[in-house]
């Protein structure tokens, strides 16, 4: 059986503090709702990726990103650039 809850995940990336983004919070649910609320609060844009949830939600928290998953996360970072410049 498929859980069908919404998940969420987060991750933040300070070049100058981490050598690789980190997961900062994840969860399902009304977790992953105000997960998702917070980001909307802060003007952070949301990128619709269940497949990398699922892997992201793996990881435990403050963990940071495995090498593997450096191209996937890159974009998201990238996305999320593209769309905070534009909302500027």
């Given at each position: 059986?498929?859980?069908?809850?919404?998940?969420?995940?987060?991750?933040?990336?300070?070049?100058t503090e981490d050598a690789a983004p980190k997961i900062i919070a994840k969860g399902s649910g009304a977790i992953a709702e105000r997960i998702m609320a917070i980001a909307k609060e802060h003007k952070i844009p949301l990128k619709d990726d269940p497949q990398l949830v699922e892997v992201?939600?793996?990881?435990d928290l403050y963990q940071e990103i495995p090498p593997d998953l450096?191209?996937?996360?890159?974009?998201?970072?990238?996305f999320v650039y593209k769309m905070t410049k534009k909302i500027k």
């Amino acid at each position: 059986m498929t859980d069908k809850r919404k998940k969420a995940a987060a991750i933040r990336y300070k070049p100058t503090e981490d050598a690789a983004p980190k997961i900062i919070a994840k969860g399902s649910g009304a977790i992953a709702e105000r997960i998702m609320a917070i980001a909307k609060e802060h003007k952070i844009p949301l990128k619709d990726d269940p497949q990398l949830v699922e892997v992201l939600s793996a990881l435990d928290l403050y963990q940071e990103i495995p090498p593997d998953l450096y191209k996937a996360v890159a974009e998201v970072l990238a996305f999320v650039y593209k769309m905070t410049k534009k909302i500027k």
